[in-house]
């Protein structure tokens, strides 16, 4: 199977970018199809790998998506293509959320740094305690411009609003500690060592809970807590950065999933860990609580949690190379 006279090797090289992709809870809601009509790689969502009571309207899954779709465009750049990209392409079938198509020519829009290919397959969440050097302004500064090439916003709060922000998520954990059908979902997405599907968080990429109590990681364990690693401090100053959208469409959130995957490569780049806090945005309270006072057109979409410190583990991808079409 050709597209636009990529061969098999190049196919692959698209769709082993496209599924390093970050996605909720591992779930890698995307399917690929290749449309050898019109030359396009058609980007799908899966109903199945949803995850209906933290994301009912599937904002987070088009987040994921898109984070993908933006690996889509800069493995095409690395392969000398501009990816043409189209969101939503057909209103019929509302399961496509996107078509690529790496295309030849100079007279196109010009994609992103290819250097940040490289980042791809370095990028992984960490979700351990982080030194807590501060990431200096100038590298700041380029993550902010990431997410803004693509349409989103990122707010970079200062120390009293990142622990509002902060203490926004901890409700949010708490709450969902407190729902046992919440809590049973997200264990569901956790995998002990030897069992994998390839799908969801194996227990070894998981960190423990802060110490002090002040850092509200996810607790993805469940109640009983069986799995949960001993308590270690974490850095008493964190670096946090909302992503956000001045509006908050089906269209917004790929777009936000884009700028999403921007960031953490820009930072991946710079030698910069990150890990995510979704809990906020999954109560949709919390999520309106955290606008902040002063911001009228501010639709949250993540929180990123940023700084130096070790790697953690990988986590799994299901995708063994090869075929056109890819699930
Ligand atoms: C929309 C979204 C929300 C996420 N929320 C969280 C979160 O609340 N806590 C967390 O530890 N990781 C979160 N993650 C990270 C995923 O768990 C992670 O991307 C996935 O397990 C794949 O692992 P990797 O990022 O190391 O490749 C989120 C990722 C996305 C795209």
């Known amino acids: 199977m050709r597209l636009t006279d990529l061969d098999a090797a190049g196919l692959e090289t698209l769709l082993a970018a496209a599924v390093a992709a970050p996605s909720l809870h591992n779930t890698q809601p995307w399917h690929f199809r290749a449309d050898p009509q019109r030359q396009v790689l058609e980007v799908h969502a899966v109903p199945e790998r949803s995850v209906p009571l933290a994301d009912p309207l599937g904002r987070a899954q088009h987040l994921s998506v898109g984070a993908a779709v933006f690996n889509l465009r800069i493995a095409a750049a690395h392969l000398a293509r501009r990816a043409e990209v189209r969101l939503l392409p057909d209103p019929a079938r509302p399961e496509v959320l996107a078509t690529v198509r790496p295309a030849r020519g100079a007279d196109l829009p010009p994609s992103p740094e290819p250097d940040l290919y490289r980042a791809v397959a370095r990028r992984h969440t960490s979700r351990m305690p982080f030194t807590g050097r ?11 411009a990431a997410a ?69 990681m996810r607790d993805f364990t469940g109640r009983a807590g069986v799995l949960r ?99």
């Open 134 to 144: 501060p990431v200096p302004e100038p590298v700041v500064a380029e993550l902010t």
């Open 148 to 216: 803004y090439a693509e349409g989103a916003r990122l707010y970079v709060p200062d120390y009293s609003a990142t622990r509002r922000l902060l203490r926004l998520t901890a409700v949010a954990e708490a709450r969902t500690h407190a729902h046992p059908a919440r809590t049973a979902e997200t264990r569901a997405w956790i995998t002990a060592p030897g069992t994998g599907t390839g799908y969801g968080i194996p227990v070894t990429a998981l960190g423990p809970p802060d110490a002090a109590g002040r850092m509200p």
């Open 229 to 327: 690693r001993p308590a270690l401090p974490f850095e008493r100053h964190a670096q946090v950065a909302l992503l956000w959208t001045a509006y908050d469409r089906r269209e917004d959130w790929l777009r936000a999933g884009q700028a999403l995957q921007r960031v953490l490569l820009t930072a991946t780049a710079h030698g910069v860990r990150t890990s995510m806090l979704h809990q906020a945005m999954e109560w949709p309270d919390l999520r309106m609580a955290a606008r902040g006072p002063r911001r009228q057109r501010c639709h949250p979409q993540l929180l990123i949690r940023f700084g130096y410190g070790p790697d953690g583990n990988r986590t799994p991808r299901t995708f063994r190379g090869g075929p056109a079409s890819q699930q």
